[in-house]
């Protein structure tokens, strides 16, 4: 359901909730260099709704938080209109709520951010599902060498499947991984994107 002033939205859409949400009216939202709306940027502080602050949640008359503005831990959830994005119908639910926004976060990183050209290297560190969206922007780039490093070997062959074309595993070497690689690739890769989410 949709509630009064939506307008992008019909009951019956699919759609897919964001923490990072686009009000699509700010200057960020416009800008071709930053996803961090004004209003609907990822906010932990914030346990309600942004017209009240008011929660649209409760268990035995005591107000539970809303979390970064999705809430999606809850089976059903109510979410500001910027904060879902409605996706083809045709897509299998029970598949696209496990990549969400993982994958799209590792392909627009790369194909809006680190932009390969074609024919480059790319070191993508962390084949999860980030990982995995970030090689395949940098196959849609047109990129000649992927190289996936994690410390999960299992992950190659499924990596595979999204452009990877070489893997390492640092734990299988007595020397620092960027070495590995810059050995590997005769000085370095021409873009690497770091997606283990460990500072």
């Known amino acids: 359901s949709v509630g009064e002033g939506v307008t992008d939205l019909q009951p019956g859409d699919h759609v897919l909730p964001i923490f990072t949400g686009e009000c699509g009216e700010c200057p960020h939202c416009h800008s071709e260099e930053s996803n961090m709306c004004e209003l609907l940027r990822i906010n932990t502080e914030r346990g309600g709704m ?5 929660s649209r949640f409760s268990i035995n008359g005591k107000p539970i938080h809303h979390f970064l503005g999705t809430s999606t831990f809850s089976e059903y959830t109510v979410v500001h209109s910027g904060q879902v994005v409605k996706i083809n119908p045709k897509a299998p639910l029970d598949k696209v709520c496990i990549v969400s926004c993982g994958l799209t976060t590792g392909l627009g ?6 932009k390969p050209k074609k024919g480059q290297s790319v070191a993508v560190f962390g084949l999860g599902a980030v990982g995995l969206g970030t090689a395949e922007g940098a196959r849609i780039a047109g990129a000649s060498r992927i190289i996936g490093v994690d410390l999960n ?5 499924e990596a595979k499947k999204f452009g990877v074309t070489e893997f390492v595993n640092p734990k299988e070497h ?5 070495q ?3 050995e590997m690739t005769n000085g ?3 873009r ?3 997606c283990t989410g460990s500072v």
């Open 50 to 54: 942004i017209l009240d602050g008011e």
């Open 109 to 114: 990183a790369t194909l809006n951010v680190a």
């Open 153 to 157: 070997s299992n992950r190659f062959e």
């Open 174 to 178: 007595n020397k620092p991984v960027q």
């Open 180 to 182: 590995v690689i810059a």
């Open 188 to 190: 370095g890769v021409d």
């Open 192 to 194: 690497s994107v770091e």
